[in-house]
């Protein structure tokens, strides 16, 4: 079965590709070293979920419902029953990646937010759009696992304008960032739970479970992971 293309085409030879997100526009720091970035646009604020459909399977984040959240207040999603599970605060942003060259979308904890934040807030540094940022992990400084450091203050140059729209033009952080409703939850469960059943991962009391809740389209939202 051919796959079905909606939106601008890469180009006129493009084998069908449209210009949307790929893991290559997302970064988050994973592990311990140092990062330069650049924040390039106001923060995005969102609250999300961990949850693990499959016992002693990987876990999927999605996106907290908010006030009537089913996640939130535990309840049988997927036909799979899962406990109360609390919704963390997560931030994210457009980045120029220095240290890859090229621009991305950068999730990251309250600890880089606070800091950046008050450099944003400083007469002597200002918005981080003018400066580049070191970023420091270091898992042992525990409480303080991230460092950062503004580094001098260097305008964009007119090639990396050019490129920074041409991202934003097809990366939506709004829809990213937005909360699910729990129909939405339950297709993002159902469908990780049925490309598991696929890889042969999913317990047959799982895989019977969600067998019974009919299947919905793929939900399109970004995810990192």
Known sequence: ???????????WDSDGSSKRASKDDYFNIRKDGRYVVRFVDKPFRFQAHWVEPIPGGKKLKVNCAGRDCKLCKGGVIGGIKMEAN???????????????????????T???FEQVKRYNSSKAWGDP??????????????????QCVPQPKEPLSPEDV?????FKARIDLA????????????????????????????????????????????D??????
């Open 110 to 112: 309250r600890q880089i």
């Open 162 to 166: 050019s490129a920074l729209e041409e």
């Open 175 to 218: 829809k990213y960032t937005a909360p699910m409703d729990n129909e939405g939850i339950e297709r993002r469960v159902l469908e990780f739970i049925q490309r598991s059943t696929l890889s042969g991962t999913a317990p047959m009391g799982v895989i019977a479970a969600a067998a019974t809740t009919k299947a919905a389209e793929v």
């Open 1 to 11: 079965m051919a796959i079905m293309t909606f939106g601008q085409l890469d180009s």
């Open 220 to 225: 399109t939202d970004f995810d990192f992971n």
């Open 86 to 108: 609390q919704a963390k605060n997560y931030f994210v942003s457009l980045i120029k990646n220095c240290d890859a060259k090229r621009f991305q979308v950068f999730e990251y």
């Open 129 to 146: 759009v003018n400066y580049d940022i070191e970023i420091e992990r270091n898992v042992n400084k525990k409480p303080d696992v991230y």
